[in-house]
């Protein structure tokens, strides 16, 4: 009943919405240069939520192209009719990414100084999407722990973009930086939401 008395009134709807997608397999790695140069992108573009909502594109229909390599996902959100709250719970769930695991980015000039000739290849990776945006998206607003509903989910992602109804774009992921490693005993002890898919 809220949803429709608050239509009625005109008041808008927004959702804020967190997905996880766990990767494994000896190819997952150059999913993580897209996810690095994304990151790096979305640096360099202080928050543009154009340059921001492209790279979450690019991202989408990479993980669409890598789908015989989706192991685990999870997905979590909350329908707010004011900003101000929408935005709290970004934050939050910004802050809940970023302390992961592996999350945390480390883009100074001294960080790729010391890496060895020989770096060890993580087969697991664990990509977090959170967006708000504005309006009713079914094909987010469900369980997205099976593999049809998961490509209809990043496939919404997309449209959100097109139609510009995002409001807020943040994509983390683990590990972060090349040679890190995310071991399965790391998954359980940090991503313990993840379900088979």
């Known amino acids: 009943m809220p949803d429709i008395f608050n239509k009625m009134i005109g008041r808008t709807r927004y959702v804020v919405f967190r997905l996880f997608l766990h990767l494994a397999g000896s190819e997952v790695a150059p999913i993580l240069g897209v996810l690095n140069r994304g990151a790096r992108d979305a640096i360099d573009a202080d928050g543009d939520l154009q340059v921001l909502g492209e790279g979450l594109v690019e991202l989408c229909e990479t993980l669409l192209r890598s789908d015989e390599y989706w192991l685990s996902s999870a997905n979590e959100g909350d329908v707010f009719w004011s900003e101000g709250e929408a935005g709290d719970y970004v934050n939050d769930l910004f802050t809940d990414s970023a302390e992961r695991y592996g999350a945390d980015l480390d883009f100074s000039p001294e960080s790729d100084l010391n890496q060895p000739l020989s770096i060890p290849v993580t087969r ?17 607003e469900t369980d997205l722990a099976n593999i049809q509903a998961l490509k209809e989910g990043l496939k919404a ?13 943040q ?27």
């Open 124 to 140: 697991n990776v664990v990509v977090m999407i959170t967006v708000a945006y504005e309006g009713e998206v079914p094909e987010l």
């Open 157 to 169: 992602l997309i449209n959100l973009h097109y139609k510009h109804k995002l409001r807020a774009i």
């Open 171 to 197: 994509v983390h992921f683990s590990p972060a930086q090349l040679g890190d490693e995310l071991t399965n005993d790391q998954l359980l002890q940090y991503y313990p939401e993840l379900i088979p898919l």
